[in-house]
């Protein structure tokens, strides 16, 4: 039996392996994975090299008139790559001062609808799995399978922790988990497509699940899904 392609929406909180897992089923389907989180960072680097007022309307306007982004598949890494206006920001992206930011420039409602553009584009063809705040809400609410993913606070400190503490030791533990609370409260309570789990969604807690565990749990789903 063909299998039919489906699109994979997977929402949540930041630091929940959400990214992590996307990209493993990605790998494992053959599918496309889109980081949406990695455009709203792109789009906030931009904001930052060009120091974009963001209580300014029009100038934000401009500036997104002025933002190419696209995914590169990287041979090395195995996975895609951002560039913003043809330069592979992938690292810059990741840093601190980007990660500050970032809740408060994807709040802003010209730029949501310039990113869920570019995503609905990118879907277009199904197989993909997109990972972010309001996937399975807005940019894709017709998704096959859509997930909510959630962990215990002190999992997702930790884990936050070690990612940032390979580029940067001297970060505190007391730094992560203030960043953390403020991500939590920007991504909920804005106004644009605030993070909500969809009525439709699976609500998958990983407090306890290794990546392997999580990966086949939710294969399992997909199969479900391309069979229905």
Do not use: W
């Amino acid at each position: 039996m063909h299998n039919s392609k489906i699109i994979i929406a997977i929402d949540g909180y930041s630091s929940c392996g959400k990214s992590t897992l996307a990209k493993a089923l990605a790998a494992k389907l053959g599918y496309h994975f889109i980081d949406s989180g990695a455009m709203y960072r792109a789009i906030t680097l931009y904001f930052l090299q060009n120091s974009v007022d963001l209580k300014d309307h029009s100038a934000i306007l401009t500036a997104l008139a002025d933002i190419h982004l696209s995914f590169v598949f990287n041979e090395g890494r195995q996975q895609s790559d951002i560039y913003l206006n043809n330069e592979n920001v992938e690292h810059l992206i990741r840093e601190m001062l980007v990660a500050e930011r970032v809740s408060e420039v994807a709040a802003i409602k010209e730029v949501r609808s310039f990113a869920v553009a570019q995503q609905k584009k990118m879907g277009k063809k199904k197989g993909i799995v997109m990972d972010g705040r309001d996937i399975g809400t807005v940019v894709f609410p017709e998704a096959e399978l859509k997930l909510f993913m959630t962990a215990s606070p002190e999992i997702r400190v930790k884990r936050r922790f070690e990612e940032l503490y390979i580029s940067n030791p001297n970060i505190s533990l007391e730094e992560v988990k203030h960043n953390i609370e403020l991500r939590d409260y920007l991504d909920t309570t804005r106004e644009e497509s605030p993070l909500r789990q969809a009525d439709d969604a699976i609500v998958l807690d990983n407090s306890q699940l290794s990546r392997e565990e999580q990966l086949e749990k939710v294969l399992e789903l997909v199969k479900e899904r391309q069979h229905d």
